[in-house]
């Protein structure tokens, strides 16, 4: 999001529901394939860089 100078709001149409747009970027929530491919089509981004495997978040007890 950074090096592309993207918002949250500019994820919207692509992480839906639009609810989970914050999760994604803070970890919480992985992304799912539909994302991946929405993101890939819609902001030009490779697929290969989205599928690379991340940690999330542990969940707050």
């Known amino acids: ?3 592309r100078n993207l918002t949250r709001k500019d994820l919207e149409p692509h992480v839906r529901p639009r ?3 914050s999760d994604v970027p803070n970890r919480v929530r992985p992304l799912t394939i539909t994302m991946i491919r929405r993101l890939s089509e819609g902001l030009g981004l490779p697929a290969e860089v989205l599928i690379l495997a991340y940690p999330l978040r542990a969940e707050a007890a």
């Open 1 to 3: 999001m950074d090096s």
């Open 19 to 21: 609810g989970r747009v």
